[in-house]
């Protein structure tokens, strides 16, 4: 046992509007030898993910937000080095909330620590297709979604780590599932794991109007569940295009995250009652009751070949504040990673 | 038997915007001797309500649109006259869609006829506490806001027919009760049915500040459910006022009824995610399953005391449009109801 030097992001200074990298500051500390209790793990990889942006702000969120001076926090898999609790010992494999570092010692407790579950995956799975951005798709779609065989499904954001998982889930349904994306690239990996129809939004015209459009054509019958991750025109759009007793859940609004001022919210908002319609958010955090179902299921859909996820990974905690401002401008195919060792 | 002179609204022709008298039509016609399986009934009383603006469009609405040039149709409550349907005999009393008109002779089925229920109430309560209003209130309050006891539930359009039964069945629920309404007389009237705080929204600045701001000293501990009937700012101030978890069921939006130009929705969407909220329309026609219990429990709490109703109404079948217009400036309290006989 000894103490390690680690790297780790400290958050400098709250964006107004989009992240800039001056927000993040990197600094050089030790990471001390584990003390009673204690654990010490250096992290492989850690993971960036849109919620991230609103603990930037001062306002209250859902979750705690980055304090400033302070090391950022979030998603990360590593190994155990030295341990002085005797539920953990090197070589062990955990996931934790002490992400945006190379390494650090702590209480298992005081970080959110748990073992990895055995499973044919690699660990860094455990920070997407199997972790939180997994659950996170099978909870909204599952829960508040309730597709049926045959409805048809509309994912935005469906390149992304969630988005790519409700697509695939809503397959193994037997749902007929429209996606949108912004570039060919993400397109024509959609397509490859099997979504019926894909919206290029960034090859069409900007608003609403143009999207609603494209909807229709996409989804003849109409649209039954719409899983949200990006809000504003998309929302509309979904609005527009929806069947009596449609499902809207809504996981996120990324394209509202960084708004300097309010955006105004769906124009089309009277559809909700003739229509019948159901716009529910949900945060994953408060359906973990459904991991265990969760990990039986996607672990049998891997192992089948019927779930197929994708990474897309920089190296190097330097690139930390660089893979999480890409997920802005849709740098990312399926789940943005940092790789740490 | 013999036929009858019966004087019936036509629909002239489709408003822009707010409806105007000259969109009715008066006409006189003669409501034949029944048929076999034929029932004649005149009216005592008919109802108009703000979903009938939506009949007025062209465009595909949940319920089937008033045609050009015929009798416009609603709810009312009549007295059969002659009948040669042995379900019927002179004298009963029954509710019907067969309103705007002063008599008609038709096969029951077609018009949706239904005896009116045995029960210590006059016949036009049937159309409003305990009949598709007071059902309205019942389900969406029940059923998708879900009220706990202690909960603060918000409602708009306090106090027309179905806000003012939502605000006292959630009192009988154990809630705290926020209303707001439009008026001194009406505020006056809300507080002596027992409810908590009533917010009189056109004595304060127009816009969603002011009302947000008047919701949450009104409701210092968060709306939990919000009862809508309005839309617009109101929406947006409940957003912006409500605890993690509230549920809104979106009755209706009186507010942008009459609206020329697609309406802005709320600005705050992006708090549905944060605070896991549930925003969910509703129409009646699609919770009669719950109607025997509605019966059931409205008759004891009138009878108990625990449910007071309104009705503002209006003479003639010649006020019937006059009647209608009024419900989008706020003229009535209670039930709007127009007396025919």
């Known amino acids: 046992m000894s103490s390690v030097t680690s790297r780790e992001w400290r958050f400098r200074s709250r964006p107004v509007g989009e992240p800039k990298p001056s927000d993040f500051e990197l600094a050089t500390v030790e990471s001390a030898e584990p ?26 969120s859902y979750a705690p937000g980055f304090e400033l001076g302070q090391a950022m926090t979030g998603g990360a898999v590593g190994e155990v ?3 002085r609790d005797p539920g ?50 099978y909870v909204g779609l599952l829960k508040i979604g309730e597709p049926k065989p045959g409805e048809t499904v509309f994912v935005s954001g469906a390149a992304g780590a969630v988005g790519s998982i409700v697509c695939q889930i809503a397959k193994i ?67 527009d295009c929806s069947n009596p007793f449609a499902r809207m859940p809504i996981c996120g609004m990324i394209s509202i995250y960084n708004a300097t001022r309010p955006q105004p919210g769906p124009y089309n908002m009277a559809l909700i009652v003739g229509r019948q319609l159901k716009i529910q958010g949900f945060l994953v955090f408060s359906h ?32 930390a504040p660089d893979a999480f401002l890409a997920l802005f401008s849709g740098g990312n195919t399926g789940k943005m990673l940092v790789k740490l060792s």
Chains 1, 2 share one sequence.
């Not at 003390?35 to 209250?60: A, F, S």
């Not at 005081?110 to 997407?128: E, H, I, R, S």
């Not at 015209?205 to 989804?219: D, I, N, V, Y």
């Open 81 to 83: 080095i030295a341990s």
């Open 173 to 239: 349904k037997g749902c007929r599932v429209v996606a949108s994306a912004g570039g060919k690239d993400k397109v024509a990996w959609l397509k490859g794991i099997g979504v019926d129809e894909v919206i290029d939004y960034k090859a069409i015209e900007p608003g609403p109007q143009a999207l609603s459009k494209a909807l229709r054509a996409a989804a003849p019958n109409g649209v039954d569940v719409y899983f949200d991750n990006v809000g504003g025109d998309h929302l509309t759009a979904a609005i």
């Open 88 to 137: 953990y010992k090197p070589g062990d494999l955990v996931s934790s909330m002490a992400g945006w570092r190379e390494a650090f010692t702590a209480a298992p407790a005081a970080v959110g620590m748990n073992k990895l579950p055995a499973a044919n995956l690699p660990p860094q799975a455990f920070l997407g297709v199997a972790g939180m951005p997994g659950l996170t798709a």
């Open 35 to 60: 003390g009673d209790g204690q654990v010490q793990v250096r992290n492989l990889w850690m993971t960036v993910d849109p919620y991230m942006r609103g603990r930037m702000n001062e306002v209250k």
């Open 288 to 319: 973990y009751d459904m991991q265990p179902a969760f990990l039986k299921d996607m672990g049998a859909w891997i192992s089948a070949g019927k779930i197929k996820y994708e990474e897309t990974v920089m190296n190097g905690i330097e690139k």
